[in-house]
């Protein structure tokens, strides 16, 4: 079965920077686009980041929100999806999902249980 499992989130600084990991099991990989969802309090999920299916691939897409100061990137050796956030700010706060590209926005099934982000001075 599909399995998911976000690292990496926690309590930062606005300005700083987190770095989230995602190890995947259960399914090829390197067939799959992967990407990032977040749900920030009372809002819907929303895409962050999305990769193909390369771990060399330049095919990258990042919310508005986020371009410039998040980089996605993957190694299909490992099975392993990543997440660089920099210059963090408080609307970053938000539960963050490792997620199969499209399903996972809403197939639960598709992605994972989700890792914390919270930016707070």
């Known amino acids: 079965q599909v399995q998911l499992v976000e690292s990496g989130g926690g309590k930062a600084q606005p300005g700083g920077s987190l770095t989230l990991s995602c190890a995947a099991s259960?399914?090829?990989?390197?067939?799959?686009?992967m990407g990032w969802v977040r749900q920030a309090p009372g809002k819907d999920l929303e895409w962050v980041s999305r990769?193909?299916?390369?771990?060399?691939?330049?095919?990258?897409w990042y919310a508005d929100s986020v371009k410039g100061r998040f980089t996605v990137s993957r190694d299909n050796a490992k099975n392993s999806l990543y997440l660089q956030m920099d210059s963090l700010k408080p609307e970053d706060t938000a539960l963050y999902f490792c997620?199969?590209?499209?399903?996972?926005?809403?197939?639960?099934?598709?992605r994972g249980r989700g890792t914390q982000v919270t930016v707070s001075s």
């Open positions: 997620a199969k590209v499209p399903a996972g926005l809403r197939d639960v099934n598709s």
């Open positions: 259960g399914f090829t990989f390197t067939f799959y686009a």
């Open positions: 990769i193909g299916t390369s771990d060399s691939d330049s095919n990258t």
